[in-house]
């Protein structure tokens, strides 16, 4: 998993509107953060170090999230003058895929307006592509037509096996001599004179044999 980051904001100074609340003066080491996540990555976790730089005793209430993917709370409630701690953020993989930005709002105590915004983007790669994901035969189309699939050369080292029904399709997949890591599979109906509805299911595998990405071609006849 690589992991980025843009580098230290400028300590962030704010004057409470109540005449009562206390200056608040953080400083972060970084506002935003980007990472990297593999095929096999679950969560990814991401930590925004601040520290307190007024005379002031500071109490964080809450971080809110713009997606319901991502929970992030600071380590410490409480950050007396000069104290330092982070803001963990944990974001989850779920389904997701491509990439992923979100912001967090970090709220004080007595304080109606967050304190601080800070990003995060998630890149998730995926193990590999089709180029088509769809396959459709027009009423009068006969013949075989192409698929590629193409391996991503840091989470996958080969094509697994296929899963589809052999009784309505004929399926082949050969390495491609032209491409490193790239894959041609032949698709084509057993008959064309009845409707089709059906998929081939696409596995990619790493050195160790083990499932690191899966895809789904559609794949229909029209009559």
Not at 45 to 57: D, F, I, L, M, S
Not at 158 to 163: D, E, H, I, T, V
Not at 188 to 217: I, M
Request: charged share 25%; glycine share 8%.
């Amino acid at each position: 998993m690589k992991r980025y980051g843009w580098l230290v904001m400028p300590t962030l100074v704010l004057a409470g509107l109540a005449s009562a609340a206390p200056e608040v003066e953080l400083e972060w080491e970084r506002t935003g953060a980007e990472v990297e996540m593999g095929p096999g990555d679950a969560e990814v976790r991401v930590e925004y170090r601040v520290r307190n730089t007024g005379a002031a005793e500071l109490r964080f209430n809450r971080v809110e999230s713009s997606c319901g993917c991502t929970a992030a709370l600071p380590a410490k409630r409480v950050l007396a003058a000069g104290e330092s701690t982070v803001v963990k953020a944990v974001f989850e993989k779920g389904k997701r895929q491509g990439r992923n930005e979100n912001v967090l709002r970090v709220f004080l105590e007595g304080m109606p307006e967050p304190v601080a915004y800070l990003k995060l983007a998630v890149n998730i790669v995926e193990a590999m592509q089709l180029q088509p994901e769809i396959l459709y035969w027009k009423r009068g189309m006969v013949g075989p037509r192409e698929v590629r699939v193409q391996l991503h050369p840091d989470h996958a080292a080969q094509l697994g096996a296929l899963s589809f029904n052999g009784d309505l399709m004929r399926v082949k997949a050969e390495p491609d001599p032209q491409t490193p890591g790239q894959y041609v599979l032949m698709v084509e109906p057993v008959a064309y004179e009845r409707s089709l509805r059906e998929k081939v299911v696409v596995r990619a595998l790493n050195s160790s044999g083990a499932v690191v990405g899966e895809k789904t071609l559609f794949v229909f006849v029209q009559t």
